[in-house]
């Protein structure tokens, strides 16, 4: 295998030839810088690189770790010392995290080396990507299209093989509809599994943090690193962390898949609806039961979602106001005046509508009206939930009701962005884990692009979803195909 091959290879066929000493981790690190300089002007996937730092990593990386060598690209809302940590913000801009997020302390601990931040809606608040204050991230599968949102850096950059792996986080479906709009795996693991200690936040009750890859292996590989319990994060519990890649393998016998009727809508797009219905008919195949189940709740989780991230967004985001860091506006009149203005310079517009939003509804005279009844919603969400898993052992359904959508294509329309998120969101109000595999391809203006299937867990019953995403990846080729992107540069 050549240098310039192998960014194409996955965490575990890399970790292979590392411990073999087959290659060295510089030596991996310097085909990947040379892979992101060949593609990233087209996909601009990246917001900073710090080659210099991660190359000082390597030469000093125990290959036998876990992780040994092994370079993961992060989402730019997650901190790493010394390095820009944005927002893709511009009431961020030149500020550097002071430390390591929990997530970089166990990565660096498993032997991984974080070497560049990637772009991601501004405060993680899009399913696009286009809400970046920075750039415009392209999907590889078709540069006129979004990679999703809103880890779309990470996304795009596992897409075009030029990442190997990336941390993203997931709110509502910020790690599974990215992963399903550029054909790769996101897995959400169960609200505190993953410490939050060193994520900026976005809204405190749904914010998870996990891997996007490019196989399911890889995402219990990273799994393993970043699970526990972590005292710097008060809603991290101490729960047991099995070994996540100790299930896959097993097969499909006696498994019971539950379908939810609501999850199943005429909206959905007809070529990922035959996708789904193909998936389903293999997960069959393996030894799966499929049982019809039902989620009352589901028409609400969309409102019930934009009420309380947006109330939480507005009380996380009342701390940027220019006083200690980032953005600060010049030559303020007053103190009200330079809040005013440093906050109306430093936000995007998606930003501001969701803080307006978040300040209405726990205003005095609604907050009963919408934040107290949507957390009672929230509840009824949560045990529709927990009626179904009586029944079965995961839900399954498509990720996105729609493939990669055209840049710009909604930016006018909130309600129609927001609704690219119907079938995420609820895990996240439920707290519950959940992951996107490939499953196929639609064919649209001459692009094949790819179509994610869902498979939600019980809370911290992440092993059995691994399980399952995996005996289905290893039963099909979908994982297999790369984006043209990724597939001219090894034609090259």
């Known amino acids: 295998m050549t240098e310039k091959d192998l960014p194409a290879l996955n965490i575990a066929d890399l970790q292979s030839l590392l411990r073999r000493r087959e290659v060295s981790p510089r030596e991996v690190l310097d085909a990947l810088r040379a892979r992101i300089e060949d593609v990233d002007g087209e996909v601009d996937a990246y917001l900073s690189t710090n080659f210099e730092a991660a190359t000082k990593e390597a030469e000093k990386a125990n290959v036998d770790l876990p992780l040994g060598g092994v370079p993961i690209a992060i989402k730019d809302i997650i901190s790493v010392a010394g390095e820009p940590c944005t927002c893709a913000s511009k009431i961020l801009r030149g500020y550097r995290a002071l430390y390591d997020a ?28 286009e809400n970046s204050g920075v750039k415009l991230t392209r999907n590889p599968w078709d540069l006129s299209r979004v990679p999703g949102g809103s880890s779309g850096g990470s996304a795009a950059a596992v897409a075009a093989d030029a990442a190997f792996g990336a941390l993203g986080t997931d709110t509502g479906g910020s790690i599974r509809q990215p992963a399903a709009l550029s054909g790769i795996v996101g897995f959400k693991p169960s609200y505190g599994r993953v410490s939050r200690f060193g994520l900026v936040a976005f809204a405190s009750s749904l914010d998870q943090a996990g891997p996007l890859t490019k196989t399911v292996r890889d995402a219990a590989l990273i799994m393993n690193a970043i699970a526990g319990h972590d005292p710097q994060d008060s809603t991290c519990l101490n729960e047991p962390v099995p070994d996540y890649t100790a299930a896959l393998g097993r097969d499909l016998r006696g498994v019971r898949l539950g379908l939810p009727k609501e999850y199943m809508i005429e909206g959905i797009e007809p070529q990922v609806k035959s996708a789904i219905d193909a998936a389903i008919a293999q997960l069959e195949t393996l030894g799966a039961e499929i049982v019809d189940v039902s989620l009352p709740q589901t028409d609400y989780a969309i409102a019930v979602y934009y009420i309380l991230a947006t109330a939480e967004a507005s009380a996380n985001l009342a701390r940027f106001d220019g006083v200690r860091y980032g953005h600060r506006a010049e030559d303020p009149k007053d103190l009200l005046d330079h809040y005013g203005r440093t906050r109306e310079e430093g936000f995007g517009p998606e930003v501001k509508r969701r803080i307006i939003l978040g300040t209405y509804v726990l205003s005095s005279g609604y907050y009963d009206a919408y934040y107290l009844r949507a957390q009672k919603v929230r509840e009824l969400i949560r045990q529709d939930f927990a009626k179904a898993f009586e029944k079965v052992d995961v839900l399954i359904s498509p990720t996105s009701p729609v493939p990669a959508f055209k840049l710009g294509e909604r930016m006018d329309d909130p309600l129609q962005m927001y609704l690219a998120d119907i079938f995420t969101s609820p895990a996240n109000l439920a707290g519950i884990c959940g992951i996107s595999v490939p499953c196929g391809f639609a064919e649209t203006d001459g692009h094949r692009l790819p179509v994610g299937l869902q498979l939600l867990g019980k809370a911290f019953d992440e092993g059995r979803i691994l399980q399952i995403a995996h005996a289905y990846e290893q039963s099909t080729d979908w994982h297999k195909t790369r984006s043209p992107i990724a597939a001219s540069m090894r034609d090259v």
């Open 102 to 129: 929990t997530v970089i302390q166990k990565l660096r601990a498993a032997g991984a080396i974080p070497f560049g931040k990637t772009n991601m809606d501004e405060f993680a608040m899009g399913s696009s990507t």
